[in-house]
C-alpha cells in the first residue's frame, strides 16, 4: 500500500530503523520518503517493480534506494533530499533549453555562469551539442559569435579545455577545414594521429566533414576495419562515418565492415547494412535527410540523445 501521506525525515528515519534491510521509495523531485518496504517485499523483484509503478502513478518521478537501517542516518536523508532537489533543478533548466532557437542557445553561452544545480562542464557541453545539431545554414550567422566564445580565455569566461575541444572541433567541421581540425585535436590531446585515432567524438566529426580528401577517408577505414579487439565505440563511430562519407568511402571500406562488424543487435546490423548501401548504391539515389543535417534532430527534447530514426544518423536517406 502507497501512502499519499509524506513523512518527516524523523519519522522516515524511525521505519527505516524499525525496518533493518530495506527498500525505500523516494519522489524524485524533493527527495522525500514515500514509503519504507522491509526487505522481504524488497527481495521479491516483481514486488519491487509494482510497488514503484504504483507509487509513481501516485507521485509521478519516484527514485528506490536499498539501505540498512541500522546505518542510515538523518544526514543521508537529507543528502537525498539535497541531490533530489539538484538534480530536478537541472532537469527544469535542460527542459528550458531544449525549447531555445539557435541564437538564444548561443545567448546561453555566452552569458550563462552554469552556477549550481548546473556545471561548468555538463552544461556548456549540453548547450554546444545542441546549438550543432541545426544545419550550417542556419549556423552560419552565429559562426563569430561562436568563434568569440571558443577564444574566450580568462578564468571566469573560459570554457574548460575538454568542452573548449567540443566547440573547437564543431566549428572546424562546420568549416569544412580538416586541417584544422587536426590541428585542435594535436593541441588538445598530442599524438592523436600518429596511431589508430580512437576517439568517438573525433571520428564523428571526421564524418560530418563529409570528406572527399582520402587522409580522412583512410583514417575512418583503418578504425573500423583494425583487426585487434577493441572497444566498440570507436569502431562504430568510424562505421557511421563511412556512412555520411558515402561512395567515395569505396570498396576497402564496404570490405572492412563486412570483415569486422558482425551480426549482433539488429540496430548495430540495420546500421552496418545502411552504410554499405550508402557506399556501394550511385550517390545520386540518396538526398539529405529531412529530419536533420548532422544525425540528430534539431530542438530534440533534453534526455532524447538518440540519432535520428530517418537515417540513422548518417543524414542521408533515399
Ligand atoms: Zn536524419
Do not use: N
Request: proline content about 8%; glycine content about 8%.
Amino acid at each position: 500500500m502507497i501512502s499519499v501521506v509524506i513523512m518527516t525525515l524523523e519519522e522516515a528515519l524511525q521505519r527505516i530503523h524499525e525496518a533493518g534491510r530495506c527498500f525505500v521509495i523516494f519522489d524524485a523531485d524533493t527527495g522525500e520518503v514515500l514509503e519504507v518496504q522491509e526487505s522481504d517485499a524488497a527481495d521479491a523483484p516483481d514486488a519491487l517493480l509494482g510497488t514503484m509503478g504504483a507509487a509513481s502513478k501516485v507521485h509521478g518521478s519516484v527514485k528506490g534506494r536499498f539501505f540498512d537501517g541500522a546505518e542510515v542516518t538523518l544526514e543521508t536523508l537529507e543528502h537525498e533530499v539535497e541531490e533530489s532537489r539538484c538534480a530536478a533543478g537541472r532537469v527544469a533548466v535542460f527542459s528550458r533549453w531544449s525549447v531555445l532557437p539557435p541564437g538564444e542557445l548561443v545567448r546561453v553561452l555566452e552569458t550563462d555562469d552554469f552556477a549550481p544545480p548546473m556545471d561548468t562542464f555538463h552544461g556548456p557541453r549540453h548547450v554546444i551539442e545542441r546549438i550543432f545539431d541545426y544545419s550550417p545554414d542556419i549556423l552560419l550567422p552565429f559562426v563569430r559569435r561562436l568563434e568569440r566564445i571558443a577564444q574566450r580565455t580568462s578564468v571566469e569566461q573560459g570554457l574548460e579545455a575538454p568542452v573548449r575541444l567540443v566547440l573547437e572541433s564543431k566549428l572546424a567541421v562546420l568549416a569544412g577545414d580538416f586541417a584544422r581540425l587536426k590541428t585542435v585535436w594535436e593541441r588538445h590531446h598530442p599524438g592523436t594521429f600518429s596511431s589508430l585515432v580512437w576517439h568517438p567524438e573525433l571520428l564523428e566529426c571526421i564524418g560530418d566533414l563529409r570528406p572527399r580528401d582520402p587522409e580522412p577517408i583512410e583514417i575512418l577505414i583503418q578504425t573500423v576495419s583494425y583487426p585487434k579487439p577493441m572497444m566498440f565505440g570507436p569502431r562504430c563511430e568510424a562505421l557511421r562515418s563511412l556512412g555520411k562519407v558515402g561512395g567515395p568511402a569505396g570498396p576497402r571500406a564496404a570490405r572492412g565492415i563486412r570483415d569486422m562488424i558482425y551480426d549482433s543487435t539488429p540496430s548495430i546490423m540495420d546500421l552496418r547494412e545502411c552504410v554499405l548501401a550508402r557506399i556501394e548504391t550511385p550517390e545520386s539515389e540518396w538526398e539529405g535527410c529531412p529530419r536533420c543535417y548532422w544525425g540528430r534532430v534539431p530542438g530534440r527534447p533534453w534526455q532524447d540523445d538518440d540519432y535520428c530514426a530517418a537515417c540513422l544518423g548518417l543524414g542521408f536517406v533515399r
